[in-house]
């Protein structure tokens, strides 16, 4: 529809519902209004599985405790090695001490045993035996790793004579107490003697026990 204004001629704009009935709602009525974003609702059955963040604090922590037990195993060993060095010093020391012991025996000069008790006496076993004063017992090792043991003094103090550990407690002596080596100890002893045949003397077999008393 046309209106004339004083000589100029206007058109005038049809309501929005004629234009509707001929051409449709315009697009802007059409138009779905944007949908909101909303944050979503937390589950609360699944609030407590959440990962936790690591703490860095922690984490320190942890690796000082593992650094501590390290350092622990560190001291312990070096101990160990320690406690070893040791050992082997304290064994060299005693074997040497004894390898000492037993190069002034063999150079100290035989001393002779009183007349008296060099005096061979008939044994009961048909052999004989002789008193002979001895002043210490070295403890050594046979063949088989097993001790053995002799006595040193008066004419044997050289070579010693043979004595079984089972004759030592006779002597007051324990045999777990001695050490490898010369052990002083001052007994009067009986000595059984053996004839030896290829040339006829009687030769030292070994300590029987205390000489008994005069």
């Known amino acids: 529809m046309d209106t004339k204004v004083t000589g100029v001629t206007t058109r005038r704009q049809p309501p929005a519902s004629e234009l509707n009935a001929h051409f449709g709602p315009s697009p ?3 138009t779905p209004a944007p949908a909101v974003l909303t944050s979503p ?5 699944r609030a407590g599985t959440a990962t ?7 984490l320190l922590r942890e690796l000082i405790n593992v650094e501590k037990a390290q350092l622990t195993d560190i001291e312990r060993l070096v101990q160990i090695q320690a406690d070893h060095i040791a050992t082997t010093r304290e064994i060299w020391t005693t074997l040497n001490v004894i390898a000492g012991r037993l190069e002034t ?5 035989q001393v002779a045993a009183p007349a008296a008790a060099m005096v061979a006496s008939p044994a009961t ?3 004989s035996y002789e008193d002979v004063e001895m002043h210490a017992v070295i403890m050594t090792y046979d063949d088989k790793g097993q001790p053995a043991y002799k006595m040193t003094g008066g004419k044997y103090s050289k ?4 004595i079984w550990p089972e004759v030592l407690p006779l002597l007051n002596v324990d045999p777990a107490t001695l050490k490898p ?12 003697l053996k004839l030896d ?3 006829g003397t009687l030769k030292a077999q070994k300590v029987v026990g205390l000489a008994p008393a005069k």
Do not use: H, Q
Not at 159 to 162: A, I, T
């Open 181 to 192: 080596g010369p052990n002083p100890i001052t007994a009067t002893v009986r000595v059984a």
């Open 105 to 109: 025996l063999a150079a100290a000069p």
């Open 197 to 199: 045949e290829s040339d």
């Open 52 to 58: 936790p963040k690591p703490d860095t604090a922690s």
């Open 125 to 127: 076993n048909g052999g």
């Open 28 to 30: 802007r009525e059409t």
């Open 41 to 45: 609702t937390p589950d609360p059955a």
């Open 159 to 162: 070579f010693g004579v043979r």
